[in-house]
């Protein structure tokens, strides 16, 4: 499994600065951690005693209420910023 981490050469500069590569989408990626249990959890009911036509809804519901969130938390954070 290929997986998009910076190589060993590039996480050591990183550490020799602080500052890392990826840290914007780190932070966005956080964010949407934490917040994607939480709305799982608020539709998992409706999930289980739906069937795939309701289900393939849900998942749409899902998906843009943790990207509006994660806008709404995120909007302070500048992609140009340094991590």
């Known amino acids: 499994m290929m997986t998009n981490k910076p190589s060993l050469a590039k996480r050591d500069k990183n550490l020799s ?3 890392v590569v990826d840290g914007y989408e780190r932070a966005i990626d956080g964010i949407e951690a ?3 249990p939480k709305i799982e959890e ?3 009911e409706k999930w289980n005693t ?3 036509i309701k289900r393939w809804i849900i ?3 899902i998906e843009k209420e ?3 969130l994660v806008a709404e938390r995120s ?3 500048s992609p140009d ?3």
Do not use: P
């Open 17 to 19: 600065t602080g500052f």
């Open 34 to 36: 934490e917040i994607r």
């Open 42 to 44: 608020k539709y998992a």
């Open 50 to 52: 739906s069937g795939l």
């Open 59 to 61: 998942s749409r519901k």
């Open 66 to 68: 943790i990207t509006e």
């Open 75 to 77: 909007k302070c954070i």
């Open 81 to 83: 910023s340094l991590f």
